[in-house]
């Protein structure tokens, strides 16, 4: 056996995807690896297709339950023995289970990290050839990590206690450096291969959504996407319960998750969930690590996440099968002051004042990058990509602010009233207070504050409220001003803004100069070689900005983009279309293959995705494979399975075939 054919045989695959060739080839031939590739992208073959090809017994270390259990079924229909030890089993099932291991009767044992240094599995360890140890979710084992697993730093005594060190395999989708480089050191991987693969998911459409009523847009939502599987995430318990009971009593089949119900409800849930039962899933972030559910087409975020880590794993749970999904998230101011609230909260006993200081600065910076997601008007992929340190082109097509269509507009001059109003009245108020001022507005809060006697006082009035809100919105993103975190975030202006504000002064200035110097003059000003200096420094500065950010070229012009009203006709040079699922020829056909998939994964007891993805269906829906050959040409079709399932999956398509007088 080699690659190609375990590839083909055992997972029906055609071809290996970006990233997964190469670790295979150095595993096999001895090299530790480290692959970085994200939610989606197929970590798991790259250590299951080496497992099949070594001599000996992979061990895989893997967090969750549900993860191993999944994964577990996933081999066994592909007929790869293999086997889980975890809490889950009884003692004598995890007896019978060591007992079969030992006999050399699995190739693959999925193991939770607290099992490795029982006595019992070390004595395994000590009797059988171990070639592998493979650690899945591997950045479980940082502190820094958002996953940190006491468990698994117990995977190197383990390494240590075997009798010959079998080759070290990890993987894991967070690609920060230091995530990255606490599993080198701690794994003390060897010279491994270090594989990342590129974080764009083409086939996901993102959006930011601003609803004024979450629950109505939701529904509306829901309405137009019937009969697909998909997951809300919400960010309380309070809030899956509500909206749960809703969707249930609205008639969607819905369930839900988080981690306040039993075990056995949770896991309940999950199973109703992943053999679509219960095909939408409300749940919090507790829900969802290790599922791989193929055919989730949307996962839709009700609240805005805390950093745009979590939100790329959680929303990469859609679409997995390659097909078109949606990643929406919903955005309410109430969702940044609730992740500020639990920032606050954080405790963690095992570090340092000063540590846990440091860790809620880098929690604010991150939460402060994913708000400016919800408010970019730039490419939202881009958007993301750029925060994993990767390079997008900025315009994907596929994603909401790519399909919406823009105009510039300048607001340098109301930009400069915000920030010349920020500046004069000290760096003391919020954003409501400031709005108002500008606006012009007199309540309480203004009266209280003096601002209603700044010069700045209703110099904006003739602008609507959501305009000005715009503009601050955009003096945000693009780090003109900032907010301080907290119960009673107070606007301030950053280094770039003030030396707009700077720049906009000495401009007046010059340009005073040019009208005669006698001007200058009067108001008790000279332009000192220094001034120029400096000015000349800021002059440079605005050039690079503008370059960054895209506005004039002397940096001291702000240009908004706003999205423009739609206009009745599309016009002919609109963005082109967003992707829509693959044409399937015989829909009906379709339909009936989900349902023996369906019936089938009932008698055989595992999630429908397990027998064949959407993918695959949707493929036999339109290329009418009948024959063993046609058969095993399709995506996801291997040897096994094209005999424990494919031939049943043939008689449906010939049996339509026949009653519609279809032939090819
Ligand atoms: P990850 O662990 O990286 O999140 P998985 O290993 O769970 O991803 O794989 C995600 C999906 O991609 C699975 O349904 C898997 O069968 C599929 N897959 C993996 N490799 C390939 C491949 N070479 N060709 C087609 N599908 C693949
Ligand atoms: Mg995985």
Redo the contacts with the bound molecule.
């Keep these: 056996m080699d690659k190609y054919s375990v590839?083909k045989e055992t997972?029906g695959?055609t071809?290996?995807?970006e990233g997964?060739e190469e670790l295979v080839d150095a595993i096999v031939s001895g090299r530790d690896v480290l692959g970085i590739?994200?939610?989606?992208?197929?970590?798991?073959?790259c250590f299951q297709i080496p497992a099949l090809l070594l001599p000996g017994i992979t061990i895989v270390v893997s967090p969750l339950i549900s993860l191993m259990k999944d994964q577990v079924a996933s081999l066994n229909a592909a007929g790869v023995h293999a086997a889980f030890i975890n809490s889950s089993l009884t003692e004598n099932q995890c007896r019978k289970a060591l007992e079969f291991a030992r006999e050399g009767r699995y190739k693959i044992i999925y193991v939770a990290p607290e099992r490795l240094m029982t006595e019992t599995f070390l004595s395994l360890a000590g009797a059988v050839e171990i070639s592998m140890v493979a650690v899945d979710e591997a950045h479980c084992i940082s502190q820094w990590g958002q996953d940190f697993r006491p468990g698994y730093l117990k995977i190197v005594d383990f390494v240590d206690a075997l009798p010959t060190r079998p080759v070290l395999s990890a993987?894991t989708?967070t690609a920060t450096r230091t995530v990255k480089e606490d599993i080198q050191c701690i794994l003390g991987l060897e010279q491994p291969l270090v594989t990342v693969t590129g974080y764009d998911r083409k086939n996901l459409y993102f959006s930011v959504e601003k609803p004024k009523d979450k629950k109505q847009e939701l529904l509306k939502y829901l309405m137009g996407n019937k009969g697909k599987s998909g997951i809300i995430y919400c960010n309380t318990r309070k809030t899956v319960e509500e909206l749960h009971g809703e969707l249930v009593e609205s008639g969607y089949p819905a369930t839900r998750y988080h981690a306040g119900l039993s075990d056995l409800e949770r896991k309940q849930n999950q199973e109703d969930f992943i053999y679509d039962r219960s095909p939408i899933m409300v749940a919090t972030n507790a829900f969802g690590m290790g599922i791989?559910k193929?055919n989730v087409r949307y996962v839709l975020h009700y609240n805005m996440p805390k950093d745009v880590e979590s939100y790329y794993q959680e929303a990469g749970r859609a679409g997995?099968?390659?097909e078109p999904a949606e990643c929406i998230l919903y955005y309410a101011a109430k969702d940044v002051k609730i992740n500020e609230f639990l920032i606050q909260q954080q405790e963690n006993p095992e570090l340092e004042r000063e540590e846990l200081e440091l860790l809620r600065e880098r929690n604010y910076e991150r939460l402060r990058k994913m708000t400016f997601y919800c408010f970019t008007n730039e490419c939202l992929r881009d958007y993301i990509l750029r925060y994993f340190g990767e390079y997008g082109s900025n315009y994907c097509g596929n994603c909401k602010n790519c399909l919406t269509e823009f105009q510039d507009v300048d607001v340098t001059e109301e930009a400069t009233v915000l920030l010349e109003l920020v500046r004069s009245s000290r760096e003391r108020y919020g954003i409501q207070a400031i709005t108002d001022a500008v606006h012009g507005t007199v309540n309480d809060r203004v009266r209280r504050f003096g601002l209603d006697r700044n010069p700045g006082f209703g110099k904006l009035k003739e602008r609507t409220v959501v305009r000005i809100r715009q503009i601050l919105n955009d003096l945000l993103v693009k780090d003109y001003l900032s907010l301080t975190p907290g119960d009673y975030p107070v606007l301030k202006l950053t280094d770039q803004g003030r030396r707009f504000l700077a720049l906009t002064r000495e401009q007046d200035e010059a340009s005073l100069a040019m009208a005669g110097r006698s001007a200058v003059e009067q108001k008790g000003i000279s332009l000192t070689e220094r001034n120029l200096a400096e000015h000349n420094e800021m002059a440079m500065t605005g050039r690079i900005l503008a370059e960054q950010t895209g506005n004039d070229a002397d940096g001291s012009r702000i240009v908004l983009k706003l999205p423009k009203e739609r206009e009745k006709e599309p016009k002919k040079d609109q963005p082109e279309k967003r992707k829509e699922a693959a044409e399937v020829k015989y829909p009906q056909l379709f339909e009936l293959l989900r349902q023996k998939r369906y019936q089938m994964a009932q008698e055989a007891h595992v999630p429908p995705?397990i027998i064949f993805?959407d993918k695959t269906l949707r493929e036999m829906s339109t290329c009418l494979p009948q024959t063993e050959k046609e058969m095993l040409s399709i995506?996801?079709v291997g040897t096994r399975k094209y005999e424990q399932y494919g031939k049943e999956f043939a008689g449906v398509i010939r049996e339509y075939m026949r009653d519609n007088q279809i032939s090819k």
Excluded: E, H, I
């Design positions: 590839l997972f695959y071809s290996f995807r997964q590739m994200p939610t989606g992208a197929g970590k798991s073959l993987f989708a791989d193929s997995r099968d390659g995705y993805s995506n996801g």
